[in-house]
């Protein structure tokens, strides 16, 4: 995939996610009784707009977000407002969005199951990428990257049969044969005997991984996709998880990605990976944005949802319609100033030629 097509699925993905998630607030506002004034795709200014009932429906020009404006969000003076709903109400609506995009993931993850797919059934070849300094290889003159073949006319595709074809042969001679920029090249060493191995070496004096993965074209049945895209679902959240853990205990330093970083991401997995890669990565996004949506910062839904929760163990108390506003305008503007600071350090990293996947 090329580098426009992947910032073009990255968009589109993009945007399909801000959909389902004002979606999930769109209708649980109508199911609740919530007038719904505006419900965009976008952000403004406006391309498009087309007024049925009480919601105007528009498409903007900035695609990198969207909205669904409900009438009094804070002031509950007026009727059909959200405001002006029970508290349960609230919350379900303010958290509809969210929960569409942690609940996406499984579904999308269910649907690759079900459609042809290839999936790694094993390994093939051998690849050196590392040759330590005065053993056999380095003698012999081998280089990283290239490819073990055979050994004594032996074909060699896994670890365990390279180390069955050379263990007879420890301080004799043997001929290897490599593959290099597409050529076969023959190669005459000995492999060193138990005594003469440093620690930490072979008998080669060589590293080396799996040059190929080996894949096969899969679909399972709709109960086997459910329990598999569970599994995978559960699998993302295990792993996140375990990053935050990693970030808490600093075996991983911190870094803050955004938009600018997750599409330069979605190139980079478009370039080695394939579709199957590119729709996990979808589901990250959702679920990920799904999470971050959630925090208690002013502004965010999360932010909103921690007033509803303050009223009910207040036992209805609220928090005055002016005070809160003023606390989301002021959350809003600080999101703003750090989305643009984490923007430009995204594009500084990209800049640098910094590789955003491990």
């Known amino acids: 995939m090329t580098v426009g097509w992947a910032v073009l699925w990255f968009v589109v993905t993009l945007m399909f996610l801000v959909f389902i998630h004002e979606m999930g607030h769109f209708l649980t506002a109508k199911w609740r009784g919530v007038k719904v004034l505006e419900f965009g795709i976008g952000m403004p200014p406006r391309i498009w707009g087309k007024q049925r009932g009480e919601t105007l429906y528009s498409l903007n020009w900035i695609p990198l977000g969207g909205f669904c404006k409900m009438l009094g969000e804070e002031d509950p003076s007026e009727p059909g407002s959200l405001a002006s709903k029970d508290p349960w109400s609230r919350l379900l609506v303010l958290s509809a969005g969210s929960l569409v995009m942690l609940i996406f993931p499984l579904i999308l993850f269910i649907f690759v199951y079900m459609v042809p797919h290839s999936e790694p059934v094993g ?26 073949l055979s050994i004594n006319g032996t074909r060699i595709a896994t670890v365990d049969e390279l180390g069955e074809v050379i263990e007879p042969h420890l301080g004799s001679e043997i001929s290897m044969v490599l593959l290099r920029d597409g050529e076969q090249i023959e190669f005459n060493l000995v492999p060193r005997v138990e005594e003469d191995i440093p620690e930490g070496e072979g008998s080669l004096g060589i590293t080396i991984t799996h040059a190929r993965l080996i894949k096969e074209s899969k679909w399972y049945p709709p109960w086997t996709a459910v329990r598999l895209g569970c599994e995978q679902t559960w699998n993302m959240m295990v792993a996140l998880k375990d990053g935050i853990s990693a970030l808490i205990s600093h075996e991983i330093p911190f870094e803050v990605g ?65 005070t809160e506003g003023m606390i989301h305008f002021a959350g809003f503007v600080m999101l703003i100033g750090f989305i643009i600071f984490v923007t430009f350090q995204d594009i500084e990293r990209i800049i640098a030629g910094e590789s955003l996947l491990p």
């Open 123 to 148: 390994f093939e070849g051998l690849e050196i990428i590392g040759i330590a300094e005065n053993s056999p290889a380095a003698a012999a003159e081998i280089e990283k990257g290239d490819e073990i």
């Open 258 to 322: 955004g938009v600018v970083a997750a599409g330069h991401v979605t190139t980079e997995i478009a370039d080695r990976g394939t579709w199957e890669d590119l729709s996990f990565w979808a589901g990250v996004l959702s679920f990920n944005l799904g999470i971050v949506n959630l925090l208690p910062i002013p502004a965010l839904d999360g932010g909103r949802i921690v007033f509803v929760l303050m009223e009910i163990v207040r036992r209805g108390k609220r928090v005055s319609p002016k």
